[in-house]
């Protein structure tokens, strides 16, 4: 399965967005493979610019099956941030839980250099676009 990081989503869905990042979530789409997570999920809502454009991505976004940000989850992203600060990488706590609920399930699919900062650290199946 794949969480799909909202930096995807955004040219996923923007007119003219990248064609790499289009063609992959279509794949992931199709073959049913794609799950989301509470933060992704306000990371893209929040920048709507309509009611209706908010309520489309909300139904198709809530669609897919969701990772609970769970204590587990919360855990696991308080670790990260603490040995990522201790070696001077600072990483947002958005992207510690996105990663942390990624892990160690899923692949994420995102072009965010801070998972790559994160993946330094753990085994965190990603993918950059």
Known sequence: MFLIDSS??????????????????????????AVCCGIVLIEILRGTKSEKEYQFLKEALTALPQIPLDEEVIERASNWGY???RKGKC????????????YPRDCLIHSDLEFKAIASIVDLKEEAI
């Open 8 to 33: 995807v989503w955004i040219e996923y869905f923007r007119p003219k967005g990248s064609t790499k990042a289009k063609e992959k979530v279509r794949a992931i789409l199709q073959k049913e493979e």
């Open 83 to 85: 040995q990522l600060d």
């Open 91 to 102: 990483v947002s706590t958005t992207d510690l839980l996105i990663a942390a609920a990624a």
